[in-house]
């Protein structure tokens, strides 16, 4: 069972009450792409992602950040209880969509940069840990119906 | 993983804007890695590694001053830093795995301290050095 301390929990819905998803998840996502490009692999659909300027205009990149994030948001209205959360998107990202796990991983940590950047000097170590903690739950949770 | 000139010309520009502070931006992600990778502290023992520590201060400005000598010499990371990399293979042997945890706090701490300098072609610059750095470090491990 995950334990969260109240402070932790405070980092978290704290700091989630002043994103906007939609910008955050956008960035996000564009982050991801721009900066492990190989990322790109999993949206041939989305056309033009040719360099930084591309993926950031791009608005499917934008709208599916949007989902991303919104879906994550729901970690947090659910800290005790993630892995059930995720648990379709689980075997939704493996058996249709086949996504590397690492890459739960690798967005998490883009998350947590973008993020940092905007609360700037309130992302302090002790709050830069909670959330590291949270992405590597939700990360987990989402590998967690692998086969 | 090759660094391009724009991701040298974008590197350069980091640490000249960071400057003088990159001592304690050293510092800063060193803290950052012990409070977020706990794990991390183990090649510590000998360190007070409370808020405020000298001996954090110091060996950011350590790590920091490594950064800055191989930004100095980007076009040859494996010579600049050979010295490094014997003592992390013979000496340190510190795990490869915890120089990509250092690279992800680094990160965040240009990220709350210069937050208009990590546009996201400069933060995939950075992370591209960083990985880069931390292949060199770690070559001789075997």
């Known amino acids: 069972m995950v334990q969260w301390t109240a402070e932790e929990k405070q980092f978290i819905t704290g700091l989630w009450g002043k994103v906007n998803v939609a910008e955050c998840g956008g960035e996000a996502l564009a982050r991801l792409l721009i900066v492990y490009p190989w990322t790109q692999r999993f949206f041939a ?7 930084a300027t591309a993926v950031l205009g791009n608005p499917k990149v934008q709208a599916h950040g ?17 892995k059930n959360t995720f648990s379709s998107l689980s075997e939704l990202h493996c058996d249709k969509l086949h996504v590397d796990p690492e890459n739960f991983r690798l967005l998490g940590d883009i998350l947590v940069i973008v993020l940092a950047a905007h609360f700037t000097k309130d992302f302090t170590p002790a709050c830069q840990a909670t959330w590291q903690k949270l992405v590597g739950l939700v990360a987990h949770a ?3 119906k692998y086969h | 993983m090759v660094l391009s000139a724009a991701d040298k010309t974008n590197v350069k520009g980091v640490f000249a804007k960071i400057g ?3 001592d304690e931006y050293g510092a800063d992600a060193l803290e950052r890695m012990f409070t977020t990778y706990p794990a ?4 510590f ?8 520590s000298a001996q954090v201060k110091g060996h950011g400005k350590k790590v920091a001053g490594a950064l800055v000598e191989a930004v100095n010499h980007i076009d040859d990371l494996a010579g600049a830093l050979s010295k490094l990399s014997d003592l992390h293979a013979q000496k340190l042997r510190v795990d490869p795995v915890n120089f990509k945890l250092l690279g992800q706090c680094f990160l965040v701490t240009v990220a709350t301290r210069n937050p ?12 591209k050095f960083l990985c880069a750095v931390g292949t060199v470090l770690t070559a001789k491990y075997r």
């Not at chain 2, 991390?40 to 090649?43: A, G, P, Q, S």
């Not at chain 2, 208009?116 to 992370?127: I, K, R």
């Open chain 1, 66 to 82: 949007k989902k991303v994030l919104t879906s994550f948001g729901e970690a947090v209205k659910n800290l005790d209880g993630i």
């Open chain 2, 45 to 52: 023992p000998h360190f007070d590694l409370g808020k405020g």
């Open chain 2, 20 to 22: 003088g502070q990159a």
């Open chain 2, 40 to 43: 991390t502290k183990t090649y």
């Open chain 2, 116 to 127: 208009g300098l990590l546009t996201p072609e400069v933060h995939a610059s950075l992370d």
């Open chain 1, 142 to 144: 989402l590998a967690r």
């Open chain 1, 45 to 51: 659909s989305f056309g033009n992602l040719s360099g």
